[in-house]
């Protein structure tokens, strides 16, 4: 760890809602999710705040019973691309799957985002595991679990290496001798794998990080390797402090013994604060959220954990029933965080399902108790930032207004953007072009 | 035609130049392919001028041989989106192609771009013909040419579909009684074609256009018929009035035959106005621009029409070879199209291959003799209007300070923009979803 180790600070624009429900609340526009205005006013508000990055989530398929943040939404590289022109410093981040995409058009696309935005773009690299996604997409069926690790890792490598198609130097654009381009510095990747081939270059110059920064979001026995060898940073979903914990300890380990330096990847566990200007008010707010919910929702969240099983069969205050054969094998890791909280604390159907609908977290409170909850995750190694999710309307103006200057006043957050680039301004170390590194090490 | 036919114009967005050599002139700005600011500030100018749309093209390859301007490009959907927040009226028309994209993100791309901007997106549909593009994609080979054209058809229509996903008013978000979508309102495609298959709904609710425009540019007999049948505007490129009225009449003729409207296609050949203040200054003009251009360009030009054909082998001066048995079979139109310019004026290697460098076209002169000659050719059947290439820099200013008044005066062209999405301002009927039409015929 560094000496002056400060927050890192996402904020998930996510339009409509976060919840299945939360939509109904009296100030959130319905149509949020596809305004712009919408998104540019939240992405402002952020960057007043400081955040690092704004992130916007993804995902491939609908049906009937989805939520409505997934019925309707961005894709998020245009949305970003939007959001580049109408902001100067907060990082752009975006969710792309490698599961249904060619590396050549995403190594494109964040190197066009990174050069509109001077050096703002993260990629969150996701495989798509939702059953019903491969119909979108001209497949019969999705990958199996392990082997979706093995084609992101492909699909990575293709692309973290055609954005290294252009040294630093290679655009000359010498307009007396004719010369644009220096070719001893524009490479070819000539990749052939198992999964993918790219011959390259990549017809974009070196975009201003480099290699934009790569997030990634490992739950899964192979997700948390996959973080631990390849991303920059990683979002998880600890529901408590001694959860956050032990896959913060988990995950540095694993990349400690991959040989990566201490502090990378960052971990950004989610955090949706409800903030109050007295612990009534903030209480009030929850009740607010709650009263939006319904116990139909969290047996939702139950049913896509697991296979789509019906649990209104059974007596909802009776224990938790013997399900564990039936965890999806495309969405293992949800329905065993799920079987893992049911047991620590014995909770009936009707329970679990609704702490899943609305969650109780550490960060409802005053201003001064939701930033000593930040800090104390942050301090007991539980989180070296968060991702933060707006639980209700306002709620992002509120965390900006009082709780960003407590943690600025403990030292423990940005007053200033002190960078030009998000890489720089997370603390992210800079990548060296490849053919330039090898170039300086055979002299 | 309808009475009050109008001029309909684009402006191409092309960085650092539109040839190999016009990056050298003094004022280009080498690294202007992937500057933001530049961008911005051109899409400001010819929103001013009151420009139907923006045009920004693409391709997905590049080697030692490429020109500046296909060396280092932004890819279009995300600088389109960039520039839709910082545009208000003007369209935005992209190139993306059907050979290396899943239809359902390019459906989901553009209907993003299309909510961003409230109503001005456009797609430019093609297919792939350069050689060694399918190196880069995970393919051996390109297929076959007329292959190429099923493949575009097939594309097309699953983006088509998956864009009436969601009927107008799918969207409810009643907060009451908790309705967010009207599941009778939002529809599976259920494709399952040759090439794609996609089941759908898209995961974004309709946009304001309800369907992007559809850009294409067909040269071959299969590219015609493409276009002919589902191009709202072609672009073309010929180089007299006289092409022009002959791929006019071939266009509208196949296009009629097909049963469509008989304005649509909107036909727009590509111009690269000259304009001075007077006849010497335009002519000073253009002797700026052929001064930066070499014999080796023009030679260039020339092979890569016919396969990488050297042409250095002949006597430059004497007649023109017979090659017509390399002409490429990825790129038959280009060479067709040289072949026949080379017979109409029996010209040499030489003459050839520099006006292919450098041609001179009938747009070069005064304000007043430029409007002149764009009127003509769009009254006497060779355009319904034009897609403007700035010749050089400074050219897209004058252009809107001196010619567009004339134009406007003449009653040839807007004043304003009337209507608020592309697609009505372009004069292209309002496609009604496909399920609300079904119904309404059902009852």
Known sequence: MTQNRTLKLGFILHGVGRTWDDWRHPERDVRASTRFSFYRHQAKIA???KFDFLFVADSLSINEKSSPHYLNRFEPVTILSALAGATDHIGLVGTVSVSYTEPFNVARQFASLDHISHGRAGWNVVTSWLADTAANYGRARHPAHDERYRIAAEHLSVVQGLWDSWEDDALVGDKKSGVFVNPDKLHRLDHAGQ??????????????????????????????????????????????????QSYYKDLKNRAHKLGRDADLPFILPGAAPIVGLTEEDAEARYQELTALTSIETGLGFLA??????????????SPFPDVEHIGNESNQSASQRILERVRADNLTIRQIALELATPRSDFIGTP???ADALQNWFETKGADGFNIFEALPGQLELFVEHVIPILQDRGLFRREYEHETFRENLGVPFPVNRYTLNRAQAS
Chains 1, 2 share one sequence.
């Open 47 to 49: 960057e007043n705040g």
């Open 195 to 244: 999964y993918f081939q790219s011959r390259g270059p990549l017809n974009i110059d070196r975009s201003p990080q480099g290699q934009p920064v790569i997030f990634q979001a490992g739950a899964s026995e192979e997700g948390k390797n996959f973080a631990a060898r390849h991303a920059e940073v990683v979002f998880c979903g600890p529901h408590t402090l001694q959860e956050a």
């Open 304 to 317: 896509r954990a697991f296979n789509d099983h019906d649990f209104r069969q059974y007596d909802l205050d």
């Open 368 to 370: 001064t108790q939701v």
